[in-house]
């Protein structure tokens, strides 16, 4: 409105004749723009200059328009273009020069835009390509690696994500998805052929284990529980070797062969009770025999009463028979003390009753007391000499040979017995 104000009177810009022909001047140019019959000359003339207030709004509200970039420039030159033409062929008094003039310069700021947006354009078509090329990126190392279960998953996100992003040159564009698109099925590829192998394994396991609960049965009903235990182990030792059936049997199968060993298990548990329950008296009795030899064994003084009483309680204990399965090692233990102690008993003795051994240190002791000898006759000489000082130093040495001579002659007795 401020603009329209601005403007010199429309009026100014027409004339009208006395029979109501209207007529606007253009530049230096009058044309007739219409005739209103039957009305005064201001009532015409208001007529057409309304008109014109019309065509000025709606210029006014398109230049609003343009200048805040709510048309693409495309846009903008089309609705300038009829704007024009209809300014320039207007049945309308006012300043249509004016009007045209202020159409014309929008032109510059219409360049502006257009080189505004092509900037924006491609800054937003460089941005494109490197999110598809990262997405590409991403997609060939999906199609590379093994994640079946989150891959699929991830490729339909990536898919959804690169419908949202706008194409950029068609060049660009179609390498980039066909990579994206080859990466793609690839991965589908891969992950079918890795399923079906999968599927393959699952069913040669389905069978390995149906093998294994057949043999399985036949063991149940066994009471060699030793050999038996030994077979379940080796069978469950295959089990997991077997790998995974199909998801849908693979539980019911362990659930079946669980049943099977559990069937086992608790019969030789039973059994095993029974039995140590018929062992313990055995036990006691044993524990009772034991508790006699060690007293009367240890500690061993005589090697050779030590082992004539140890083959004595060995032959009666191993005549008692079994004992339950959680005292056999406490007993075992225990007897392999008593046999020990009779063992090192009697090497103590070889040890000192050894010839070699009793030669060795009584010549030991032999040559301290000779070199004591020696030193002391030495001695008695230095003193005869009157140099009481050799004669100190060699009593000195001869002490030092007598404190090695005690312990030689105490081993040497002890060989002796």
Do not use: C
């Given at each position: 409105m401020?603009?329209?104000s601005?403007?010199?009177?429309?009026t100014?810009?027409?004339?009208?004749?006395?029979?109501?022909?209207?007529?606007?001047?253009?530049?230096?140019t009058?044309?007739?723009?219409?005739q209103?019959?039957?009305?005064t000359?201001?009532?015409?003339?208001?007529?057409y200059v309304?008109r014109?207030?019309?065509?000025?709004?709606?210029?006014?509200?398109?230049?609003?328009?343009?200048?805040a970039?709510?048309?693409?420039?495309?846009?903008?030159?089309?609705?300038?273009?009829?704007?024009?033409?209809?300014?320039?062929?207007?049945n309308?008094?006012?300043?249509?020069?004016?009007?045209?003039?202020?159409?014309?310069?929008?032109?510059?700021?219409?360049?502006?835009q257009?080189?505004?947006?092509?900037?924006?354009?491609a800054?937003?078509?460089?941005?494109?390509?490197?999110?598809?090329?990262k997405?590409?990126?991403?997609?060939?190392?999906l199609?590379?690696g093994?994640d079946?279960?989150?891959?699929?998953?991830?490729?339909?996100?990536?898919?959804?994500?690169?419908?949202?992003?706008?194409?950029i040159d068609?060049?660009?564009?179609?390498?980039?998805?066909?990579?994206?698109?080859?990466?793609?099925?690839?991965?589908?590829?891969r992950?079918?052929?890795?399923?079906?192998?999968q599927?393959?394994?699952?069913?040669?396991?389905?069978?390995?284990?149906?093998?294994?609960?057949?043999?399985?049965?036949?063991?149940?009903?066994?009471?060699?529980?030793g050999?038996?235990a030994?077979?379940?182990?080796?069978l469950?030792q295959?089990?997991?070797?077997?790998?995974?059936?199909?998801?849908?049997?693979?539980?019911?199968l362990w659930?079946?062969?669980?049943?099977?060993q559990d069937?086992?298990?608790?019969?030789?548990?039973?059994?095993?009770?029974?039995?140590?329950?018929?062992?313990?008296?055995n036990?006691?009795?044993?524990?009772?025999?034991?508790?006699?030899?060690?007293?009367?064994?240890?500690?061993?003084?005589?090697?050779?009463?030590?082992?004539a009483?140890?083959?004595?309680?060995?032959?009666?204990?191993?005549?008692?028979?079994?004992?339950p399965?959680?005292?056999?090692?406490?007993?075992?233990?225990?007897?392999?003390?008593?046999?020990?102690a009779?063992?090192e008993?009697?090497?103590?003795?070889?040890?000192?009753?050894d010839?070699?051994?009793?030669e060795?240190?009584?010549g030991?002791?032999?040559?301290f007391?000779?070199?004591?000898?020696?030193?002391?006759?030495?001695?008695?000489?230095?003193?005869?000499?009157?140099d009481?000082?050799?004669?100190?130093?060699?009593?000195s040495?001869?002490?030092?040979?007598?404190?090695?001579?005690?312990?030689?002659?105490?081993?040497?007795?002890?060989?002796?017995?």
């Amino acid at each position: 409105m401020e603009r329209m104000s601005e403007s010199p009177n429309p009026t100014s810009f027409g004339r009208v004749e006395a029979d109501g022909t209207v007529y606007v001047t253009v530049g230096d140019t009058e044309r007739m723009v219409g005739q209103v019959p039957d009305a005064t000359p201001d009532e015409a003339m208001a007529f057409y200059v309304r008109r014109f207030e019309a065509l000025e709004v709606e210029v006014g509200l398109l230049e609003a328009r343009v200048r805040a970039g709510k048309l693409s420039p495309d846009e903008s030159r089309k609705s300038i273009a009829t704007a024009r033409t209809a300014v320039v062929d207007a049945n309308a008094v006012g300043d249509l020069k004016g009007l045209e003039a202020r159409l014309d310069a929008l032109a510059p700021l219409l360049s502006e835009q257009a080189e505004a947006r092509k900037a924006v354009k491609a800054q937003q078509n460089e941005e494109t390509r490197a999110a598809k090329e990262k997405m590409v990126a991403e997609a060939e190392k999906l199609a590379a690696g093994t994640d079946w279960r989150n891959g699929v998953t991830r490729f339909r996100t990536l898919l959804d994500e690169w419908k949202q992003l706008p194409r950029i040159d068609k060049s660009t564009d179609d390498a980039l998805w066909h990579r994206f698109s080859s990466a793609r099925t690839q991965y589908t590829r891969r992950r079918k052929a890795q399923f079906a192998e999968q599927a393959t394994k699952r069913e040669a396991a389905k069978t390995v284990k149906e093998k294994i609960i057949a043999e399985a049965e036949v063991l149940a009903s066994s009471t060699e529980w030793g050999p038996t235990a030994g077979g379940f182990r080796d069978l469950m030792q295959r089990w997991k070797a077997a790998g995974p059936a199909p998801r849908d049997v693979d539980e019911k199968l362990w659930q079946r062969f669980r049943g099977i060993q559990d069937t086992f298990f608790q019969a030789r548990t039973a059994a095993m009770a029974e039995q140590d329950s018929e062992f313990r008296g055995n036990q006691e009795a044993k524990e009772k025999l034991l508790a006699e030899a060690e007293q009367s064994i240890l500690p061993v003084r005589d090697p050779k009463v030590g082992r004539a009483r140890f083959r004595d309680f060995l032959a009666q204990f191993n005549e008692l028979g079994k004992v339950p399965r959680d005292a056999m090692r406490p007993i075992d233990n225990r007897v392999r003390a008593l046999e020990q102690a009779v063992n090192e008993a009697e090497q103590e003795q070889w040890r000192r009753t050894d010839p070699a051994a009793r030669e060795l240190a009584e010549g030991t002791a032999n040559k301290f007391q000779a070199k004591i000898d020696e030193l002391e006759a030495k001695a008695a000489k230095a003193e005869g000499r009157g140099d009481a000082k050799k004669a100190a130093e060699l009593r000195s040495s001869a002490e030092s040979y007598r404190a090695l001579l005690a312990p030689a002659k105490k081993a040497a007795e002890d060989y002796r017995g």
